[in-house]
T-cell receptor, first 110, second 115 residues
Framework: QSALTQPASVSGSPGQSITISCTGT?????????VSWYQQHPGKAPKVMIY???NRPSGVSNRFSGSKSGNTASLTISGLQAEDEADYYC??????????FGGGTKLTVL | QVQLVQSGAEVKEPGASVKVSCKAS????????IYWVRQAPGQGLEWVGM????????RYAQKFQGRFTMTRDTSTSTVYMELSSLTSEDTAVYYCARGRAGDYWGQGTLITVSS
């Protein structure tokens, strides 16, 4: 069982927007702003899409955005494209210099 | 530009040890922790531990304590993770990542444990 809770799967049609949630506790997600989101295509390394809740690394499309409210962080993908189909993971810094991860969400573009 | 470059894939027999490296460049090495994450085949991401390159302090996830050892060499801006008493359950891709934010990741190192 993962420390952070994500939906196992989400889906959307091209052009639509989807949101993936990541729920933790006040000891992790709710207690700091070090929440990150990763995209992983089969057989590839995770790619950082969002860090520090809402920051996008250089080169990541602005269709990807992150936010947080209380103990729940969210990743929103707007203008869904076929290439967005992948697994998405959230992570959070937690007390004592530790990290916790969500179990991952499989995004299907219909 | 910031880069974390990891050592290549390894195949080890059960009971052996292996040392994975993560060489940092493009930033001040001692200013950011290095975190290690692993992903077993078909599984999700799992936090292994972290090291503070500034003072060599480490922290490990409970399940890895005692068998995993992280060290650093400030002269080469390299962090090492040694895994001992390997079992088939250690077969995974191991990643290093920079800082609490995890904003940069290495390319991953596949460790295969098989007789």
């Amino acid at each position: 069982q993962s420390a952070l809770t994500q939906p196992a799967s989400v889906s959307g049609s091209p052009g639509q927007s989807i949101t993936i949630s990541c729920t933790g506790t006040s000891s992790d997600v709710g207690g700091n702003n070090y929440v990150s989101w990763y995209q992983q295509h089969p057989g590839k390394a995770p790619k950082v899409m969002i860090y520090e809740v809402s920051n996008r690394p250089s080169g990541v499309s602005n269709r990807f955005s992150g936010s947080k409210s209380g103990n729940t962080a969210s990743l929103t993908i707007s203008g869904l494209q076929a290439e967005d189909e992948a697994d998405y993971y959230c992570s959070s810094y937690a007390s004592g210099n530790t990290w916790v991860f969500g179990g991952g969400t499989k995004l299907t573009v219909l | 530009q910031v880069q974390l470059v990891q050592s290549g894939a390894e195949v080890k027999e059960p009971g052996a040890s292996v040392k994975v490296s993560c060489k940092a460049s493009g930033y001040t090495f001692t200013h950011y922790y290095i975190y290690w994450v692993r992903q077993a085949p078909g599984q999700g991401l799992e936090w292994v531990g972290m090291i503070d390159p500034n003072d060599d302090n480490t922290r490990y996830a409970q399940k890895f304590q005692g068998r995993f050892t992280m060290t650093r060499d400030t002269s080469t801006s390299t962090v090492y993770m040694e895994l001992s008493s390997l079992t088939s359950e250690d077969t995974a891709v191991y990643y290093c990542a920079r800082g609490r934010a995890g904003d940069y990741w290495g390319q991953g190192t596949l460790i295969t444990v098989s007789s």
